[in-house]
């Protein structure tokens, strides 16, 4: 009912930037939180950064400072900005978005993910 569609992904020099996007679509009521994971080649699904409904953000430690998330709630879509990229930022990017479906029934939907690339 809910249906994630990411962007943005690709392969970058170090220090380079690219900006993620996920939209969702479907039978939405509202949205409240919004995410990104990652899981790098051979290692576990960790969480990159969060986004409140009110705004409130959240990242790991190895990305802060580097990585801003955003929303647009008219869109439905959250964005990640990724700027001095490291080699060590490889991995394959997920967002997550969850809220209430119109009938009043939480949903928490992930995209397809995205590959992201970072060379030396």
């Known amino acids: 009912q809910v249906q994630l569609v990411e962007s943005g992904g690709g392969l970058m020099q170090t220090g380079g930037s690219l900006r993620l996007s996920c939209a969702a679509s479907?039978?939405?009521?509202?949205?409240?939180?919004m995410g990104w994971y990652r899981r790098a080649p051979g290692k576990q699904r960790d969480l990159v950064a969060t986004?409140?409904?009110?705004?409130?953000?959240n990242y790991a430690d190895s990305v802060k400072g580097r990585f801003t998330i955003s929303r647009d709630n008219a869109k439905n879509t959250v964005y990640l900005q990724m700027n001095t990229l490291k080699p060590e930022d490889t991995a394959v990017y997920s967002c997550?978005?969850?809220?209430?479906?119109?009938?009043?029934?939480?949903?928490?939907?992930w995209g397809q993910g995205t590959q992201v690339t970072v060379s030396s």
């Open positions: 986004i409140t409904s009110g705004g409130t953000t």
């Open positions: 997550y978005i969850q809220g209430l479906l119109i009938g009043n029934k939480n949903f928490r939907s």
């Open positions: 479907g039978s939405i009521s509202s949205v409240s939180a």
